[in-house]
């Protein structure tokens, strides 16, 4: 049986979590089990979030073919993942949490829950579709809380609103066209885009400063220059383009996707100096592939709910458990307001049907399961790169879980060719400097309000990035404990 403690910065100092007594109920449960343990895994994280998609203790089937059609419960099984939060482990019984785990694994597929999908990757899971409806349905959602949604970052503030983040920036830039200009290679229209503008507090700080710095440059350059704001949701945009009113018409707003950013910027192709980005990628699907004995496998999920919560949500809005799934479904594809007109006998209004989502996905639990892949270069990341660009980072860790950071690796992916020879990527996000991060903490996903986050793989990126002849770096915040991190691409000298 292997034993892997994933949290290690938990296993010192004075709050120190004690695994030894933690696991001793989990070794209880698993001996009174018909298992053989010698294809068991135990699993230990510290999921920081604490709203997420997980009991305190999952049960994670190896399977060992990939399942058939023919197949919707599986096939055999090569080996099983028992998954022990420490965070949540010290409030219950863990050994009766194991048992009942274990039991429900072992019994009929579905037993004790109501299933929302089949199993498929998590990039394809209705999760995302949950996220998609955060976004088009944003200001229902901070009506019914009552605060923005950027109250949900960490401290409530992202690293790109760092004025001096946004001078050093603004400095490299101006030297650049400085050079340019000299050579008479600079064009006249000057290009900066920002990808998921927040509040707009973002773009009114870099134009702010950029037009004070330009001013004492001389150059003129804030008459030439351009500025775009792209964003999912349209109503982000509104706000964000108030923030900005006193630029005029220096600033574009553009309703885009992040994944497909040239079907909405392709005319900036090779045009752009710099290409802002901030807690946009930790928000992408992303499908997560592991290597456990040498193997590759594909993480599948299913979303679903408990009986438990499920019969409560029922009550209250008057149907039944086994037809939720279909109301949830109706929800993610209408929308509260939609919903609301369609059945007002469970819902009188917009509030209720909203109150109906947060209910649901408070109450949302994924299940999941390890598929063998064929192989490395069958799997496809992205429609332009397959899974092979992952085998360096897999074969450097052992037994290991990690991101595909599907959507980030496309919208990056996606970007770079809209850089000009001289500009820049700049982003700020959640990101993993190497593929040992994996190995020693739990990264997503997470529930931020009604939305999904999940930690990005930051060196998958990077590979991406170099086999395009880019440059790609990530720098630490500065500001001591931000999790945040600065990537940034550029072409290659």
């Known amino acids: ?32 089990a018909a298992l053989d343990l010698a294809s068991v895994r135990v699993v230990c994280d510290w999921i920081q979030y604490r709203h997420n998609f997980y009991e ?62 089949p199993w498929q990757p998590a990039s394809e ?45 603004i400095r490299e830039l101006l030297r650049v066209w400085d050079e340019l200009s000299a050579r008479r290679a600079l064009p006249e229209e000057l290009y900066v ?33 351009h500025y775009l704001m792209g964003d999912y949701s349209a109503h982000v945009l509104d706000r964000a383009r108030k923030a900005v009113a006193h630029h005029g018409d220096k600033v574009s707003t553009l309703v885009l996707d992040a994944t497909r950013p040239q079907q909405t910027l392709g005319f900036l192709r090779g045009k752009a100096f ?10 992408l699907p992303t499908d997560d592939v592991a290597s ?24 209250r809005y008057h149907t039944r458990p086994g037809e939720l799934a279909a109301l949830i479904h109706r929800l993610l594809r209408i929308g509260p307001d939609l919903l609301a007109e369609a059945a007002p006998g469970r819902f009188p ?3 209720e049907a909203v109150a109906f989502w947060q209910e649901t996905w408070s109450a949302l639990r994924l299940q999941e399961r390890y598929v063998p892949l064929d192989g490395l270069d069958a799997y496809q990341v992205t429609p332009a790169i397959t899974g092979e660009i992952m085998r360096p980072l897999l074969e450097a860790c052992g037994d290991v879980r990690m991101h595909v950071s599907n ?12 850089l000009h020879p001289f500009g820049r990527l700049q982003c700020h996000d959640l990101f993993l400097t190497g593929p040992g991060g994996y190995l020693t903490g739990f990264h997503g996903p997470g529930k931020y309000d009604g939305s999904v986050v999940n930690w990005v793989n930051g060196p998958l990126l990077a590979l991406a990035g170099n086999r395009r002849g880019f440059d790609v770096q990530i720098a630490p915040s500065r500001r001591p404990g931000v999790n945040v991190k600065t990537l940034t691409a550029q072409v290659r000298d």
């Open 274 to 283: 710099c290409v802002y980005i901030s807690n946009v990628y930790d928000n």
């Open 56 to 117: 305190p203790v999952e049960v994670r089937p190896v399977l060992a073919d990939r399942p058939r059609q023919a197949e919707p419960g599986g096939t055999a099984r090569s080996g099983l993942e028992i998954a022990i939060d420490l965070r949540r482990c010290g409030g219950g019984d863990l050994a009766a949490w194991v048992t009942r785990a274990l039991a429900e694994q072992a019994g009929p597929d579905g037993t004790g829950l109501v299933l929302l999908e």
């Open 193 to 225: 885009a920002e990808l998921g503008v927040g509040n707009g507090s973002q773009a009114r700080t870099w134009l702010d400063t950029f037009a004070d710095l330009d001013a004492q440059h001389g150059r003129d350059y804030y008459r030439r220059l």
């Open 349 to 351: 209004g917009a509030h």
């Open 125 to 169: 899971s209705c999760l995302w579709r949950f996220n998609t409806l955060y976004w088009q349905a944003l200001s229902r959602w901070e009506e019914a809380t009552g605060r923005e949604y950027e109250q949900a970052l960490p401290g409530g503030r992202s690293e790109a609103r760092d004025t001096g983040v946004a001078a050093d920036l």
């Open 407 to 418: 959507g980030a690796l496309a919208s990056f992916a996606g970007t770079l060719p809209l």
């Open 1 to 32: 049986m292997l034993i892997d403690v994933r949290p290690v910065a938990k296993l010192t100092g004075p709050a120190r979590v004690d695994v030894a007594a933690a696991l001793a109920p989990v070794f209880g449960a698993l001996s009174s």
């Open 292 to 315: 456990i004995r040498g193997h590759p496998y594909l993480v599948e999920v299913r979303a679903c709910l408990r009986r438990a919560d499920a019969a409560k949500i029922a009550r």
